[in-house]
């Protein structure tokens, strides 16, 4: 998937990093949740200070990352957040959450 039209107004977006901090978007290519990313990201906008990771879980890069958090991803559009290496907060499910991100990511902040 490419990715080069997401962009944040402020803060970052990486791929192809595993992170120690930060807000993690989980996907899959097959799934409805890459669909989300554009609504994160606009919400992230407002945080500046946290940079954000995309993560297929369709990539290798996942499975060293499933490994390194224990976080198994049903492909629903999770969003995680770590803080010094510690997986911090979770939501399972972007679409049936996603009223819930400002909260989350307060927390996170």
Same mark, same amino acid.
């Given at each position: ?7 944040? *107004? ?7 990093? $595993?992170?120690? @901090? ?6 899959? $290519? ?25 993560? *297929?879980?369709? *990539? ?5 990352? =499933? *490994? ?20 911090? @907060?979770?939501? =399972? ?7 819930? $991100? ?6 996170? @902040?």
């Amino acid at each position: 998937m490419d990715f080069s039209n997401y962009k944040r *107004d402020k803060g970052s977006i990486n791929f192809g990093e $595993i992170p120690k @901090n930060g807000v993690v978007f989980l996907f899959s $290519i097959w799934s409805e949740s890459r669909l989300y990313l554009s609504h994160l990201i606009n919400t992230l906008n407002d945080y500046p200070n946290l940079p954000l990771y995309i993560i *297929d879980i369709d *990539d290798p890069l996942y499975q060293v990352f =499933k *490994d390194q958090y224990d976080f198994l991803s049903q492909g629903k559009g999770e969003v995680l957040f770590i803080k010094n290496g510690i997986l911090e @907060n979770i939501i =399972k499910d972007y679409k049936s959450e996603k009223n819930s $991100i400002r909260s989350f990511l307060d927390s996170a @902040n």
